[in-house]
């Protein structure tokens, strides 16, 4: 009565070396993803990455001029507007706080002093449409005046990264 049944205790063992190895196989993993995340978060801005958001602060602006005008042709209505406004604004001030970092490669000094003027202005004009919808000329001429310059600096970065 008092043996163990020798296969039973085979399971068991077998089951807690599994346990262990698949804990341990977790573990490894997350502390990966965790390093790869710190790794991307302190990497320093390069010309490339400067150039996808310039592009994206273009594209904003481009938006953010469209939502003006299909608001004021009555297309769109106001809580629509300025719930996009407020998304897009986001998304600047995303852009603007990456770039206000001092985390960057040298020599792109300037074009990240660009880029961060530029988002702040952005943020201004978008600011402006949110409080003054149905008055948006002031804040759509910002945004249009904006866009070239930022589609000049993406692609002068695109050009430097390529090299």
């Known amino acids: 009565m008092g043996r163990r049944n020798p296969i039973n205790m085979n399971a068991k063992a077998r089951a807690k070396r599994n346990f262990w190895i698949q804990t341990s196989a977790g ?6 993803l965790i390093g790869a995340y710190i790794r991307s978060a302190t990497k320093p801005l ?4 400067l150039s996808i958001d310039a592009g994206d602060l273009r594209s904003l602006c481009a938006a953010g001029v469209e939502f003006a005008n ?3 042709a009555g297309n769109l209505t106001e809580t629509f507007f300025t719930e996009q406004l407020e ?13 206000d970092t001092p985390g960057f490669e040298p020599g792109i000094r300037s074009d990240v002093e660009s880029a961060g ?5 952005i943020e201004i004009a ?9 008055d948006a000329e002031k804040a759509k001429e910002t945004l249009k005046q904006i866009v070239t310059p930022l589609k000049q ?11």
């Not at 573990?27 to 990966?32: H, S, T, Y």
Request: hydrophobic share 40%.
């Open 27 to 32: 573990a490894l993993i997350g502390l990966l």
């Open 46 to 49: 390069d010309a490339e990455d």
């Open 70 to 72: 299909q608001f004021e």
């Open 87 to 99: 998304l897009m604004h986001d998304k600047v001030a995303s852009i603007r706080s990456k770039v």
């Open 117 to 121: 003027r530029a988002a702040t202005e």
């Open 126 to 134: 978008f600011d402006y449409l949110t409080l003054h919808p149905r």
């Open 153 to 163: 600096l993406e692609d002068k970065l695109k050009q430097e990264a390529q090299q």
